[in-house]
């Protein structure tokens, strides 16, 4: 009988394993095999969207959001199996994000950036991290609990914002009766509200709690969990790649599932966060929780 020598068949096996490896090298596209070809990942950040993505005291990129990112590159990093892998930042705008996305120069950006249908036409999305929900701040003494209860009374709103529309829309579905003190910003509307000129201020929540935040008295403060929209955040990279599509879905969903994401919501919304130790105070509302509950990578 024919007779392979210990040292043959670990040669054997030697070759396999590298042809295998090969071939698996062969079969990455997109991201995945730009990762594989250079050793790097370029991870895009927002210097101000707190607590998403912003910069920290030091300087450094940090935020909700921006730890998403760097999970999926420890899966890119698990996936490929580098033994190192050189992280790298890019700052990013709402005006270049998209676009240094798709000459390769971000491979992800984990932000405060909404899925929307008309994005997707250009990039595309991983399951969703966060959901906003347009809303209102009002007094906790108020007796106010939803967007109904604001029939006859005051909004202020700030010009130019989407919640305009929204809300002219919503009295007029709705059959009720507004009236509106516009503003030029946020602050200004909810120091209509503070100084009670205003019944409520309508803008996204988490916009909402940041501005309630830096009140003097923001425990007297709260946001209704009822929604004139919902919008649904995601981790952007570039279309027609479904290998990483694949890897930052997982990655997201894994989060969720393994209640990551819930612990870092509860970091970033509801303590203490750099650099000034500001409290959001922000409850999960009941969109996030739907998103959470049942992972999504639709649009709106």
Known sequence: MFKISRRTAIAAATCLLAAST???AAELTGTLKKVQETGSITLGYRESSVPFSYLNADGK?????????????????KELGLSKLDIKYQAVTSANRIPLIQNGTVDIECGSTTNSLKRQQEAAFSVSY????????????????????????TIALTSGTTSVALTKAYERDHKLKFRYLMTKDFAESMQLVANKRADAFIIDDVLLAGQIANLSNPQDFTILDAALSVEPYGAMFRKDDPQFKALVDKTV?????????????TQWFESPIPPKNTNLNFKMNSYTKELFKNPSDKGI
């Open 22 to 24: 090969a071939v698996s």
């Open 61 to 77: 990129p940090t935020g909700y959001a921006f730890t998403v990112c760097q999970r999926v590159a420890d899966s890119v990093k």
């Open 130 to 153: 966060f959901g906003i929900q347009v809303s209102a701040a009002v007094w906790k003494s108020s007796g106010i609990k939803t967007i109904d209860d604001l029939n006859g009374k």
């Open 253 to 265: 969903t894994d989060m969720i599932k393994s209640g990551e994401l819930e612990k870092l919501y």
